[in-house]
């Protein structure tokens, strides 16, 4: 639990060098091919249940207590990998453009995109170019 939500980390048997990982943003166990994948190559796989915040500003503040959690207590990565699948897209790429320091690539799958989604800011080397989805 990280700030009254379901929260969880999967820990690989052997963590791969730097202790990198991949925070699935929203449908966990979702079409889990790519994080099983990945878990047996030693990255971590990350999760917490903002289920229904649709990447608000309440989700993004939830979102940087378990980013801040894990690091600390886990020792992982700086740079994490977002997984956004569908709507969980609205998650992955709000918390990439609020914290782009914290960004090692962004992934999008399925993206919730429609015209009430909002503005969103797309992550590009480093670099970011504002954009509206619709």
């Known amino acids: 639990m990280v ?12 963590p791969a060098p730097g202790k990198p990982w991949i925070w699935r943003a929203e449908w966990f166990g979702h079409f889990p091919q790519a994080d099983l994948a990945l878990v047996a190559r030693g990255w971590h796989v990350g999760y917490m249940n903002a289920q229904d915040l649709y990447g608000s500003p309440p989700a993004m503040a939830l979102f940087d207590a378990y980013y801040r959690r894990v690091t600390a207590d886990y020792g992982l990565n700086a740079k994490v990998v977002m997984e956004g699948f569908s709507r969980g897209g609205l998650y992955a790429f709000n918390f990439a453009a609020q914290y782009p320091d914290r960004i090692a690539a962004l992934t999008s799958m399925r993206r919730c995109s429609t015209s009430t989604a909002g503005p969103v800011r797309i992550i590009r080397s480093g670099r970011s170019a504002s954009r509206t989805t619709g």
């Open 3 to 14: 700030e009254g939500r379901p929260a969880l980390l999967i820990v690989p048997a052997k």
